[in-house]
């Protein structure tokens, strides 16, 4: 995880919520009044975004330090203390909501993530999430799914060749066939970047993997369809599955024989993990 990055996320969250401009803590809290809180877990969960959490807090009044007694990727349970915090108490309350925010959205991501890696357990398909991030948010969110046991799949279009339905209708247009598109990626592309074709049946799957491929990603494919071209591949190239996965079916398309599961669930509609602050 890129610290400077995040230290750039967590300065523009406590500038966007005007932290330092908080005229209800500035009115009523003594300056340089001490105190002691703690952050506690609402419900079970697994723990994610605890140093972003203290971040805020140090950049937002450097006297508040934290004492963590849990770590990221760890299991919580109802009315388990995370970290107790000491310092002034305006610069608690101050940060007390940005430092949440991150905490509550990170440990939520952890949290599915969980599940869907425990749903799939003992089989060998891998659990991978998607570039669905919330804008911005990308670092600290795939930072999360790992926290939760996933995998990352693409950090960012830079991170791998992933030749999709739409590449391959430009070019298809342009007369250019699947061995070729997928030669010229191999060409173009830096040697250590592995190419993945999309496919929309076990066929085109087949295709793919005769042209050159990888690694296929299998595209809304049911079932039946996964299941044999898994068959069809023989353990050739990689198989991602993709797209309608939900935690009612992770694990019959892991019992398909594909490698990587990708779950756009676990960063694009994630609830956020239940996390107080307590003075």
Same mark, same amino acid.
């Given at each position: 995880m890129g610290w400077g990055q995040v230290e750039d996320l967590v300065d523009r969250a406590l500038a966007e919520d005007a932290a330092w401009s908080d005229v209800t803590t500035s009115a009523l809290m003594p300056p340089g009044m001490g105190g002691r809180a703690r952050l506690v877990a609402r419900c079970a969960g697994v723990l994610a975004g605890i140093e972003v959490a203290s971040l805020v807090?140090?950049? #937002?009044?450097? $006297?508040?330090?934290?004492? *963590? @007694?849990?770590? =990221?990727? +760890?299991?919580?349970?109802?009315?388990? *203390?995370?970290?107790?915090?000491?310092?002034?108490?305006?610069? #608690?309350?101050?940060?007390?909501?940005? +430092?949440?925010?991150?905490l509550q959205r990170l440990s939520g991501i952890a949290t599915q993530t969980r599940r869907y890696v425990e749903a *799939?357990?003992?089989?060998? @398909?891998?659990?991978? &999430?998607?570039?669905k991030t919330t804008p911005g948010l990308r670092v600290l969110?795939?930072? +999360?799914?790992?926290m939760g046991g996933g995998h990352n799949h693409r950090f960012n279009l830079g &991170?791998?060749?992933l030749i999709k339905d739409n590449h391959l209708a430009v070019l298809r247009s342009q007369g250019v066939s699947l061995r070729d598109i997928?030669?010229?990626?191999?060409?173009?592309?830096?040697?250590?970047?592995?190419?993945?074709?999309? +496919?929309? $049946?076990?066929?085109?799957?087949?295709? @793919?993997?005769?042209?050159g491929a990888? #690694?296929?990603m299998l595209d809304n494919m049911d079932l039946d369809e996964m299941r044999r071209a898994v068959e069809l591949l023989e353990g050739r190239v990689l198989l991602e599955a993709s797209g309608g996965i939900t935690m009612a079916n992770v694990r019959q398309v892991a019992e398909t024989g594909? =490698?990587?599961?990708?779950?756009?669930?676990?960063?694009?509609?994630?609830? $956020?993990? =239940?996390?107080?602050? &307590?003075?």
């Amino acid at each position: 995880m890129g610290w400077g990055q995040v230290e750039d996320l967590v300065d523009r969250a406590l500038a966007e919520d005007a932290a330092w401009s908080d005229v209800t803590t500035s009115a009523l809290m003594p300056p340089g009044m001490g105190g002691r809180a703690r952050l506690v877990a609402r419900c079970a969960g697994v723990l994610a975004g605890i140093e972003v959490a203290s971040l805020v807090f140090r950049r #937002m009044d450097p $006297s508040v330090r934290l004492d *963590v @007694a849990t770590a =990221d990727g +760890a299991r919580l349970e109802p009315g388990e *203390v995370i970290a107790e915090l000491e310092g002034h108490v305006a610069g #608690m309350l101050k940060g007390e909501r940005v +430092a949440l925010n991150f905490l509550q959205r990170l440990s939520g991501i952890a949290t599915q993530t969980r599940r869907y890696v425990e749903a *799939v357990e003992g089989l060998k @398909a891998r659990i991978v &999430d998607t570039r669905k991030t919330t804008p911005g948010l990308r670092v600290l969110e795939k930072y +999360a799914v790992r926290m939760g046991g996933g995998h990352n799949h693409r950090f960012n279009l830079g &991170d791998g060749v992933l030749i999709k339905d739409n590449h391959l209708a430009v070019l298809r247009s342009q007369g250019v066939s699947l061995r070729d598109i997928i030669a010229r990626a191999k060409d173009e592309a830096p040697l250590t970047l592995r190419v993945e074709v999309e +496919a929309n $049946s076990a066929q085109e799957a087949l295709e @793919a993997a005769e042209a050159g491929a990888d #690694m296929v990603m299998l595209d809304n494919m049911d079932l039946d369809e996964m299941r044999r071209a898994v068959e069809l591949l023989e353990g050739r190239v990689l198989l991602e599955a993709s797209g309608g996965i939900t935690m009612a079916n992770v694990r019959q398309v892991a019992e398909t024989g594909v =490698d990587f599961i990708s779950v756009g669930a676990l960063t694009h509609s994630v609830t $956020s993990l =239940d996390i107080g602050l &307590d003075m």
